[in-house]
């Protein structure tokens, strides 16, 4: 039985008569784990849950008064299921439902499970892939997965399980609010440790309903953490609550993440002039170092006057800061003074006067959650722009892509074919250009040899638009924001002085006039735009690419960070020796054609051509019939990687039998458009007639960890419409 057959979802009304139809379950009679999905198709609320003993928890949900509202339960079984697997499908259906935005959850928040264990990865995730189609086929989901990994209101959901850093800031975030003498929190952590995360978890659970603070996570912190919620809940019983967000563009994209989740709403989510309207109990502060004072606010001066005005300050002695304390009765700040990044922001000193006052407590997170290169890419990026890291001293990391690249139009490509690739790839630059192309739309803002670029054309959640994939962006429109593939471009405002062996600035080329008036102390600049570019440089999840502008600059990076090239997969530089080698042909390389191979079905037509020369591993004998070309696809991939280059020879005489093969489809070859090609493994069987041996059946198999993939029968008849083109030696 396959992972797809051993699930079974059935649909039962949900009411006091329906229970007796349940008990006729296999999964329910005989109490076995299964997951359960509660719903109204009217007013589109709905509830997940996970247990043992389906009648009892059913029984129970039917006595609650918003539950009970609920028309219809969706009883979600397998064999296969233990109570791992149905805690982890769970908190899976909660996250990515809650995403979905079909139905909104009744769930609370808490609890949610993240462990590992047997069978998780080969066997489970499948089950849920199953489970997550087929609810989409009965309509209680809309969206695929992979769509809801790159969304913003899967990124900012409330429903998260929190990692053992975040649970501790948790704890001790609601020590501080059942503290008498504790008015304020300060959340410290760098960019990428999940402030924005916790700081909406705490918001939904403040608001959470008591019977749904289901607690599996918190192991010994359990009885604790049960005790301070329900007497945090006693003493808040109907709390007045702000999420203030400084930065519009962010505060748009949390509203909409608001909007889709039960008990909470868009309004809840405000600027920090919309503190003026009211007081609060609690008020949460996310990205608090962006928070302003009267310096370099342009058009906000207005409302910034306005707002000192009605709560009694004077305009140029204080900052938002002063707003939130005095507007709250509690404020708990999510805060990284590395990411303060123009003067109007909130002075450090202001925030350091805060946390030594006795009513403060201070809370660090520490673990990196956005970047898979983890803590120490982090570090390395501020090493590389402090200039603290050893000569020696180059980034190297299996799990995270940092590249330096010397044409911009190659990052341009690889930008584009990630984002086709994973979604959300996207280029940002410091801000080295004017912004000419508001005024005039056909005008380009970004010029550097023959690539022409437009700045963002919108301010406003941009990361998300159509078109932001042909656009750059700037720190405004994406601090904040999670990316799977960052592309930077450091512009002339940052260069290298090889007599100070320093970073320096030049002004005259940084354009932000709000991010630079104001300021005599060229030190403080360069602050700022360091602190530009390590933000920008943390957006990338799977990875970070660079151009830099300045020569002397992209020769001190590239000391520290690998050179991607173009040709490196055509021009293997497998040792220096070997890289010092002219290219010899027949003798040291082979010719590199264009085309790239299908591993897979047949490749999408495509025109042979050689492209250049590419050299091959020292001890390679080869002679004129040898060629290499890039292999594509997951089909072969226990002996080809997908993207590989690899050489093959022209297709010798003999058995091919048990050979791996380059085929070509001859029935679509055009001179003009070219021929669709694939790798296989060969395989045939022949009979021996009166003229020899004929093939009476030719098998092309895969090779793939992914057994979806199916052979290629090629019979007697279609044989003619078929030719091997080469045999495979080696993945270069």
Avoid at 349 to 366: E, G, M, P, W, Y
């Amino acid at each position: 039985m396959n992972e797809a057959e051993s699930v079974t979802i059935k649909k039962y009304a949900f009411n006091t008569n329906e229970i007796e139809n349940i008990r006729s379950n296999d999964f329910a009679r005989n109490n076995w784990p299964l997951v359960y999905v509660l719903s109204n198709g009217t007013n589109r609320l709905a509830y997940v849950g996970e247990t043992t003993d389906a009648l009892t928890r059913l029984g129970t949900h039917l006595k609650h008064i918003d539950k009970s509202n609920l028309t219809a339960v969706h009883l979600i079984g397998s064999e296969k299921f233990n109570k791992s697997a149905t805690l982890d499908v769970e908190s899976k259906l909660i996250r990515y439902m809650a995403a979905d935005g079909q139905f909104s959850l009744m769930n609370g928040n808490l609890g949610l499970v993240a462990h590992n264990y047997y069978q998780k990865e080969e066997l489970y995730s499948p089950i849920f892939t199953t489970i997550w189609n087929r609810l989409r086929s009965v309509g209680l989901v809309k969206h695929s997965v992979a769509y809801l990994d790159n969304s913003d209101l899967f990124k900012y959901s409330p429903y998260k399980s929190l990692s053992f850093d975040q649970r501790k800031g948790l704890l001790a975030i609601l020590n501080g609010l059942l503290c008498e003498k504790t008015t304020n929190l300060v959340v410290q952590g760098g960019a990428g440790t999940g402030k924005s995360i916790l700081a909406i978890f705490l918001f939904k659970l403040l608001l959470a309903d008591n019977s749904d603070i289901n607690i599996k996570e918190f192991s010994e912190d359990e009885e604790t953490l049960c005790l301070m919620v329900k007497n945090l809940k006693q003493r808040y019983t109907d709390p007045k609550l702000a999420l203030v967000i400084p930065m519009a563009s962010f505060r748009k994209t949390i509203k909409k993440a608001f909007a889709n989740i039960a008990g909470l709403n868009s309004k809840m989510v405000i600027g920090p002039a919309e503190l003026a309207k009211g007081h609060y109990d609690i008020i949460l502060v996310d990205e608090s170092h962006r928070l302003r004072k009267r310096v370099n606010l342009g058009a906000y001066f207005g409302t910034f006057d306005k707002v000192c005005g009605a709560l009694g300050f004077d305009k140029n002695e204080c900052s938002e800061l002063d707003w939130v304390l005095k507007k709250s009765k509690k404020a708990v700040f999510f805060y990284d003074k590395s990411q303060s990044i123009k003067p109007s922001d909130v002075n450090e000193i202001d925030f350091d006067t805060l946390k030594r006052h006795d009513s403060t407590a201070v809370q660090c997170l520490t673990s990196q959650f956005r970047v898979k290169g983890g803590e120490a890419y982090v570090d390395f990026v501020d090493g590389l722009l402090n200039k603290t890291l050893s000569t020696t001293k180059q980034f190297s990391s299996k799990h995270y892509e940092f590249k330096l690249f010397s044409s911009l139009s190659d990052m341009v490509e690889k930008i584009k074919e990630k984002d086709e690739e994973f979604g959300l790839a996207r280029m940002i630059a410091g801000f080295a250009w004017p912004w000419i192309s508001k005024k005039d739309k056909n005008v380009f803002d970004i010029e550097i040899n023959d690539v022409q670029l437009r700045w963002n054309q919108t301010s406003t959640d941009w990361i998300n638009t159509d078109d932001a994939v042909e656009e750059v962006g700037c720190i405004h429109t994406t601090q904040g924001y999670d990316l799977n593939y960052a592309g930077i471009i450091l512009g002339n405002e940052i260069i290298y002085d090889k007599a100070l062996k320093e970073i320096v600035i030049r002004e005259d080329n940084y354009f932000d006039k709000n991010g630079k008036q104001t300021i005599k102390d060229p030190l403080i600049l360069k602050q700022y735009i360091l602190n530009i570019y390590k933000t920008i440089m943390l957006r990338g999840i799977r990875g970070t690419y660079l151009y830099v502008c300045d020569d002397n600059l992209r020769e001190y990076i590239a000391q520290h960070v690998p050179l991607f090239n173009a040709d490196s997969a055509r021009v293997i530089p497998l040792n220096k020796n070997q890289q010092d080698k002219a290219l010899q042909p027949y003798i040291n390389a082979v010719p590199f054609f264009n085309i790239q191979v299908a591993a897979g079905d047949f490749s999408q037509q495509q025109q042979a051509e050689q492209k250049e020369w590419l050299q091959i591993p020292d001890g390679t004998s080869i002679n004129d019939s040898f060629f290499a070309c890039t292999v594509v696809g997951e089909s072969m991939n226990k002996v080809i990687p997908n993207g590989a280059v690899c050489l093959f020879q022209q297709a010798p005489g003999g058995s091919r039998n048990g050979k791996i093969v380059l085929v070509e489809h001859l029935d679509f070859a055009d001179p003009e458009s070219g021929s669709h090609y694939t790798v296989k493994e060969y395989s045939s069987t022949k009979i021996e007639d009166e003229s020899g041996w004929a093939h009476e059946q030719i098998e092309l198999k895969p090779a793939s960890y992914d057994d979806h993939f199916n052979s290629l029968l090629l019979s007697e008849e279609g044989q003619p419409s078929y030719r091997v083109v080469g045999v495979f030696i080696c993945v270069i």
